[in-house]
């Protein structure tokens, strides 16, 4: 990725795939940032804490910070999202399915969005560049599977433990007999802390993709992604910002009201479960769903409070998330022989 931001411009006026791909790249965070972001904000909506409009606010002024401060120190969930396959074909083939992946995410999410059914977009990032890069190999032999490994190794800390913090935290908070109105208040510093660690996790994955989008262009994979440029970072804690300001409403609905009801002790229990399992997960340098994190601990601290799930919703997203995975790997790889055919 070129150090300076008229470097990257001259590039991408001379190549116009990486133009595209970045392009693409920027409207997969606007998705991210409209269908994603909201998971955090939702027990703060739902429960009365914070309005929709201010707590959209608080949400993408902390993806921002999220997005900034964590990848300028600690890129690794970048460098893993960076190194997922491995693109054959030429830089311009490659290319056109790094676009084609981009356009999967989109249409994956977009569907998701219709339904009000929070899905990942960061598993759905990983198929679709996995399924793409399939495309053009022939066979799966391109996908390095250790780092498929930090993805199913986050999956699983993502849920598991999720659910498991949000019941602790709420049988915490409920041994304390803390009061209603304090767990009220305390849901506003804890939206605004998942917040920050979605933009931390979430907004590193579509750096890397943009550092991918760079080396594919100009024939240089192969090579180490090296340090990130601040106007890039900025970028993309911009572009996430932007998505999340569009709102998401359906999500929360989704995800505090129609899955599981919410009260204020439930809704600080299940921020500070996220909280705790996202920092860990940033700091061991796994990808991890934040939708799977946020959705356990709802789960998890609605259980340990004796509110009653809608299986029926619970169904409906554990199937979605089933679906993730071979869904976005073979739009990928449909999407990117098609690029292939067009192209040529």
Known sequence: MPASFSTFLAQAVENPALA???????????????????????????????SF?????????????????VTSVYP???????????????PEAASLA?????????????????????????????????????????????????????????????????????????????????????????????AAGSAFLHGAQDGQKFLGVFLLGAA???GQQGAEPGPVPLWLVVLCALGMGAGTGMGGRRIIDTMGRDMVSLGPREGFAADLAGILCLA????LGLPVSTTHTRTAALLGAGW???????????????????????????LGWLLARGAAVLAG
């Open 76 to 90: 690794s969930v970048a460098e893993t999202i960076y190194s997922i396959a491995s693109f054959g074909g030429g």
């Open 216 to 218: 594919l262009a100009q």
């Open 304 to 330: 340990a409070g004796g509110r009653r799930a809608d299986w029926r919703v619970v169904r409906s997203v554990a199937l979605a998330w089933l679906c993730t995975f071979p869904g976005c790997l073979g």
């Open 98 to 190: 790094l676009c084609a992946a981009m356009g999967a995410v989109v249409l994956w999410a977009a569907a998701a969005w219709r339904w009000g059914i929070p899905t990942s977009e960061s598993h759905a990032l990983v198929a679709g560049i996995s399924g793409a890069a399939a495309a053009l190999e022939g066979d799966l032999s391109c996908i390095r599977w250790q780092k498929w490994g930090l993805v199913l190794l986050g999956l699983v800390l993502s849920t598991a433990l999720g659910f498991w913090a949000g019941r602790w935290a709420e049988e915490l908070t409920h041994r304390r007999r803390w009061p209603e109105q304090v767990c009220l208040a305390l849901q506003i510093p804890g």
């Open 20 to 50: 595209l791909s970045a392009l693409l790249t920027l409207g997969v965070l606007l998705v991210n940032g409209w269908t994603d972001a909201p998971n955090a904000i939702a027990g703060a909506v739902v429960t009365g804490a914070l």
């Open 53 to 69: 409009r201010r707590a959209v606010l608080l949400a993408a002024a902390c993806n921002f910070l999220g997005v900034l401060c």
């Open 280 to 283: 860990l997960a940033t700091a």
